[in-house]
């Protein structure tokens, strides 16, 4: 059922490569239908018997010739006649096929059996068109200059004409039939040979990365495909500067709201200790709690302007298991505050190639958000391995977890999971996820194993393992 439903979603899909196939089938029949139509205004199959000159002058000569021996003539005339349909005609049938009069003296002295006899010829109007009892005929006259003997060709205009032409003209029409249904497989063959530029360049832009806004390196001498990546590169340009922009922006705010939110929290600490009383004590230390909190936000901006714009800084050898090792250090005192226990498992030293400082934002806001959602008396467990492909940092805790369906937005900046009690400006994921980006990798959240939320981090490239011992702490 599903083969069959992608059977039919790719039938009725709008494509490129259909639509000119079909255009190119229309085109055909186009042309065909002018033909017919061509063929029908002309009378089908009888425009080369109506244009025949030479017999008309040849028929003409036995007439006059044989006008004083009236049964020789209608004699003669009769097998000229039969000659003629035997040449021109292809129907067999009388009522269709082309008939011949002959008038002398405007006597009509010889007929086709069957031909109507009132019809009133005009050599001075060449091919021309009559209606007899609402039939349509098509004839032609001749005249003799001294004698003014009248010959005419006619034949009835009936849809069973273009059979007959069809029939008799088949070195004509026959290759159009024969390709009609056979024009879908080399007209699609031509297109696809054709759009192989437009494939290339949309395979380019379909290998690109979020952060990727180089112009596009596919050179086309094509005209209309050298327009759209002309326009592509301009657009890549235009979004490149305004995120430049946007980023400086930030980071300048940013940079510049650190000196007086650090001034802010010395004063709110000054007075906190020379105040004695306990509401007042109990205001500042909310507004050092808060000041705490803009200046968390200010540095986490910080850190995530500067993985937006470390992809062109170069990668130096970091060892992914010793730096790990420092930051729980440095993160211990805030671990103890919370009484939260950090266990670090490396199974042997691994050295990456990476960024140290993206590399220290992505540890620390990983780790710091385990300690925060921990409960008192919890374990946050950190593990580094690493394989001749990758490396693998993996953080653990036993806090309150990430519900499966939000595990793809919470790396949304700014974005935090309604459910959580603690507080926090949700960029820390983001930041974990530029950084991991930025190293060829990815984070993928997952339950721990004894409750709680693992974060999993995969830095693809080169990895190289040291021999130095294991480190547990």
């Known amino acids: 059922m599903n083969a069959l439903k992608r059977c039919w979603r790719v039938l009725v899909e709008p494509t490129l490569v259909r639509r000119m196939m079909v255009a190119q089938v229309l085109l055909v029949l186009l042309m065909w239908s002018g033909v017919i139509?061509?063929?029908?205004?002309?009378?089908?199959?009888?425009?080369?018997?109506?244009?025949?000159?030479?017999?008309?002058?040849?028929?003409?000569?036995?007439?006059?010739?044989?006008?004083?021996?009236?049964?020789?003539?209608?004699?003669?005339?009769?097998?000229?006649?039969?000659?003629?349909?035997?040449?021109?005609?292809?129907?067999?049938?009388?009522?269709l096929g082309p008939v011949l009069l002959v008038w002398e003296g405007g006597r009509l002295v010889y007929a086709t059996p069957g031909a109507p006899t009132n019809l009133q010829p005009d050599p001075d109007h060449g091919l021309e068109t009559m209606y007899i009892k609402g039939e349509r005929f098509r004839g032609r006259a001749f005249r003799a200059a001294k004698t003014g003997t009248v010959v005419m060709f006619a034949a009835p205009v009936a849809w069973f004409n273009l059979f007959l032409t069809i029939n008799s003209r088949g070195f004509f029409l026959a290759p159009l039939l024969i390709s009609l249904p056979l024009l879908p497989l080399p007209a699609w063959l031509s297109i696809r040979l054709a759009m192989r530029p437009w494939r290339q360049v949309a395979q380019e832009v379909a290998a690109r990365g979020p952060a990727d806004l180089t112009p596009l390196t596919s050179k086309t001498p094509h005209r209309e495909l050298a327009a759209m990546v002309d326009s592509i590169n301009a657009l890549l340009q235009r979004v490149g500067q305004s995120a430049q922009r946007e980023r400086s922006f930030i980071a300048d705010a940013a940079h510049e709201l650190r000196t007086p939110l650090a001034a802010m929290r010395v004063h709110a600490e000054a007075l906190q200790g020379q105040t004695g009383h306990p509401v007042q004590r109990e205001l500042l230390k909310g507004i050092l709690s808060s000041g705490n909190r803009a200046g968390r936000l200010v540095g986490q901006l910080l850190q995530l302007m500067r993985s937006d714009a470390t992809d062109?800084?170069?990668?130096?050898?970091?060892?992914?298991?010793?730096?790990?090792?420092?930051?729980l250090a440095m993160l211990s005192m805030l671990a103890s505050r919370n009484n939260v226990e950090l266990e670090l498992t490396v199974a042997e030293p691994v050295c990456i190639m990476g960024q140290r400082e993206s590399l220290v934002s992505l540890i620390d806001n990983l780790v710091e958000n385990a300690i925060k959602y921990s409960p008192k008396d919890g374990v946050v467990r950190v593990s580094v391995t690493g394989t001749a492909g990758a490396a693998t940092l993996s953080v653990e805790d036993q806090g309150p977890g990430i519900a499966p369906e939000l595990r793809e937005r919470v790396f949304d900046r700014f974005f935090r999971d309604p459910q959580q009690t603690q507080s926090g400006s949700g960029l820390g994921l983001a930041i974990a996820a530029a950084v991991a980006a930025s190293h060829n990798g990815q984070i993928h959240l997952d339950d721990a194993e004894g409750g709680g939320l693992r974060a999993t981090v995969q830095l693809r490239g080169q990895v190289r393992q040291l021999n130095t011992s294991p480190a547990v702490a």
């Open 37 to 95: 139509a061509i063929i029908l205004h002309q009378g089908g199959d009888t425009s080369s018997y109506l244009n025949a000159s030479k017999t008309g002058e040849t028929v003409l000569a036995v007439a006059d010739n044989l006008a004083d021996r009236p049964e020789q003539q209608h004699a003669t005339l009769s097998l000229i006649d039969s000659a003629l349909r035997e040449q021109f005609d292809d129907s067999g049938l009388p009522d």
């Open 312 to 327: 062109s800084e170069p990668h130096a050898d970091v060892a992914l298991d010793a730096l790990v090792q420092d930051r």
